[in-house]
């Protein structure tokens, strides 16, 4: 069964760390541009760091960027998004996507290009004190 399983979600204070994984069965990600997006409700889904695992190029957003790290093991078949420093406003669903085709910087721009090959499911991130 293909599918992309998202971990690591929780409640945090701010200036907290997390980490996110996104472990992938049913496909292997060595071929895929894969990244972490995050949604509010009532909001558009917005893309925080895409990595890809072709050329091991990444992108992060101007939130993200200096705080947030996407990482990759092959050997686990998973990604993780190691997260820093963080705030009430990084508070969201976190959701991970595979494609073969989308560069990292397509793949997490603006807006969200449609179409991505894979999504998991999210895991809640709340941070708050």
């Known amino acids: 069964q293909v599918q992309l399983v998202e971990s690591g979600g929780g409640l945090v204070q701010p200036g907290g760390s997390l980490r996110l994984s996104c472990a992938a069965s049913?496909?292997?990600?060595?071929?895929?541009?894969i990244g972490w997006f995050r949604q509010d409700p009532g909001k558009e889904r917005e893309g925080v760091a895409c990595?890809?695992?072709?050329?091991?190029?990444?992108y992060y957003a101007d939130s993200a960027k200096g705080r947030f790290t996407i990482s990759r093991d092959n050997s686990k078949n998973t990604v993780y998004l190691q997260m820093n420093s963080l705030k009430p406003e990084d508070t969201g669903v976190y959701y991970c996507?595979?494609?073969?085709?989308?560069?990292?910087?397509?793949?997490?721009?603006?807006?969200?290009?449609?179409?991505?090959?894979?999504w998991g499911k999210g895991t809640l991130v709340t941070i708050s004190s």
């Open positions: 996507a595979a494609d073969q085709l989308f560069t990292v910087q397509a793949m997490c721009g603006i807006p969200l290009p449609p179409g991505m090959d894979y």
């Open positions: 049913g496909f292997s990600l060595d071929r895929y541009a």
């Open positions: 990595i890809s695992i072709r050329d091991d190029s990444s």
